[in-house]
């Protein structure tokens, strides 16, 4: 780690946190600039190529070099995780969540939420195929996103079951799809979709728990 990743510890604390996924985090629109989507393109771009390149030996030497200055100059720029444009961008995909798959959200309603998502390439389990993992990760923040909007209040991943149906392909426009299927006090049973057009790649079925006041 850099002198500028270990100054990246210090937090700003004018929004007290309560718990949770702080509730009243600052959504955003501008956060980053207007060229942060742009950025966020860019990194998922880099781990594109990273996944499949098979560099020589020079241009290795010369790629860490060229990240590492990289880095020292994003590191430069961290601030803690409420005030970040990544996950507070409203305006693009996956909340400007790099670490998410790319998701833009086309519904939502008393039917739950409605997201276009593609897996990239950095996304490959094997055989041109999305990793299962990062198909319990789309269904986490989706479900999150559904159980957010049925009960208007954080909740937590208390368990999340996958049911592979067949195979998720990369870079194709997916429907995912995630609602309440019923609320039993604090208990919230979202269950789930992915569809590659009427295929059905996978389906969620999730128990979300409603955050008391100050829970972590
Ligand atoms: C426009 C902008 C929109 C923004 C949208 C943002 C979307 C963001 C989306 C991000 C999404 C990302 C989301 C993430 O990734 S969240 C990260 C992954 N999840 C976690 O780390 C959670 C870890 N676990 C815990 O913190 C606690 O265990 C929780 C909070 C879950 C419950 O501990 P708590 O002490 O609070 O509750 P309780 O133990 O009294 O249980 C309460 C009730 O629940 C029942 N129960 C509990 N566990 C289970 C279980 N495993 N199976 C079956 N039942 C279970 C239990 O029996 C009881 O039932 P009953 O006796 O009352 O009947």
Known sequence: ????????????????????????????????????????EQVRLLMDNARYACPDD????????????LNDRL??????????????????PSRGNITLPPYVVTE?????????????????????????????VAFDDVGGFASAVAIQHVSRTAYLTVQYRSITPLNTPLRIHAWADRIEGRKVFIKGTLYDGDRLCAEMDALFIKLNPGQA
């Not at 020079?58 to 590492?68: A, C, G, H, N, P």
């Not at 309603?109 to 593609?118: I, K, Y």
């Open 108 to 136: 939502v309603n008393d039917n739950g939420v409605v997201a276009e998502l593609t897996f990239r390439d950095f996304h490959l389990g094997g055989n041109n195929a999305a990793h299962g993992g990062h198909v319990a």
């Open 58 to 69: 020079e241009l290795v030497d010369e790629l860490i070099e060229s990240l590492k200055a």
């Open 1 to 40: 780690m850099s002198e500028a990743n270990d100054r990246a510890v210090e937090t700003v604390d004018e929004d007290p946190h309560e718990g949770g996924f702080r509730a009243h985090a600052a959504i955003t629109t501008d956060r980053g600039g207007p060229r942060y989507g742009e950025f966020s």
């Open 75 to 92: 590191a430069d720029s961290r601030i803690d995780e409420w005030h970040s444009p990544a996950g507070t961008r409203i305006d693009l």
